[in-house]
């Protein structure tokens, strides 16, 4: 079997025949942030099918793309795209993106998403940082031979989400006028939604927000040294908490309506870390 670290050189490689670019930070847009690429001065960009090795969705019109440029001062590679392991993926390929981030030269990882509010003072449209993250529902993507080439077997996840990083995020809501929420995201497989049932266990173990994407790649962030933040859009309220079924139309609809602060939100953040 291929080493898994073998397999993100190759991406790399493969990457670098193309592009000869180091960025400092990493953002992986979720949904509410697909045109964000407007706002990056592009130095380069590459279709995932182009890059050897990379997972690329099954989903038709949903092929990714990672995207190279500044915002201000700071040079960052950007994900228009991910694959979710409820696609069918192997976890190490779910997690595959974040790595090549990082041996891209990335030192900041900037994970966006939609979620579900679990937190009943939750509405959608609201924007969430991510302080914790509780993700032993799903498979842990560190699973198998260590990578020691990118860290260490029992990697500290005390402060996944870096203390720094959230207090430029939220100075920059406070400037911007920008309501901003914080809590705990809970990553289940998906895809279906959850039943109400779910939804109660989750709150009572102190979660805020539901997704089904973002904690396996902070885990293999900081496994990889890279220094995490955050930020989910609420997009609906989780099952049982209204009479509403859910719909992914309706998560997508919330995810455009809150892309306005959502993209400066992120956007004047990248631009101020350090
Ligand atoms: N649950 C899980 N994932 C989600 C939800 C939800 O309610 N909304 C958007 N992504």
Redesign the pocket.
């Known amino acids: 079997m291929d080493r898994v670290y073998e397999k993100v050189l190759r991406c790399r490689e493969s990457v670098r025949k193309k592009v000869d670019f180091t960025p400092k930070a990493g953002l992986v847009l979720g949904?509410g942030l697909g045109n964000f690429a407007e706002q990056i001065q592009v130095e380069a960009e590459l279709a995932y099918s182009e890059i050897e090795g990379f997972p690329v969705s099954t989903v038709p019109g949903h092929e990714g793309r990672l995207i190279f440029g500044h915002l201000g001062e700071m040079p960052i590679v950007c994900m228009k795209g991910r694959v979710h392991f409820y696609e069918g993926y192997d976890m190490t390929d779910v997690v595959l993106p974040v790595r090549l981030i990082r041996l891209l030269g990335a030192e900041i990882l900037f994970l966006t998403?939609?979620?579900?509010?679990v937190n009943p003072d939750f509405r959608a449209g609201d924007l969430m940082l991510i302080t914790d993250q509780i993700s032993c529902f799903v498979r842990n993507p560190l699973i198998g031979p260590n990578e020691e080439e990118l860290g260490t077997r029992f990697p500290d996840m005390s402060a996944i989400y870096d203390g720094g990083l959230n207090d430029v995020i939220r100075t920059v809501a406070g400037e911007q006028g920008i309501a901003l929420k914080e809590g705990v995201y809970v990553q289940?497989t998906?895809p279906s939604?959850?039943t109400p049932a779910e939804?109660r266990m989750l709150r009572a173990l102190g979660a805020d927000a539901?997704?089904?994407s973002t904690a396996v790649e902070a885990v293999a962030a900081r496994h990889a040294g890279l220094r995490v933040c955050g930020v989910s859009c609420?997009?609906?309220?989780?099952?049982g908490l209204t009479e509403n079924p859910?719909c992914h139309e309706e998560?997508q609809e919330a995810a455009d309506r809150a892309a306005l602060p959502f993209t400066k939100l992120v956007k004047e953040s990248i631009r101020r870390f350090r």
């Open positions: 949904s998403n939609a979620a579900g509010g289940l998906g939604f959850e939804v539901v997704g089904m609420i997009c609906n309220q989780a099952a859910l998560v």
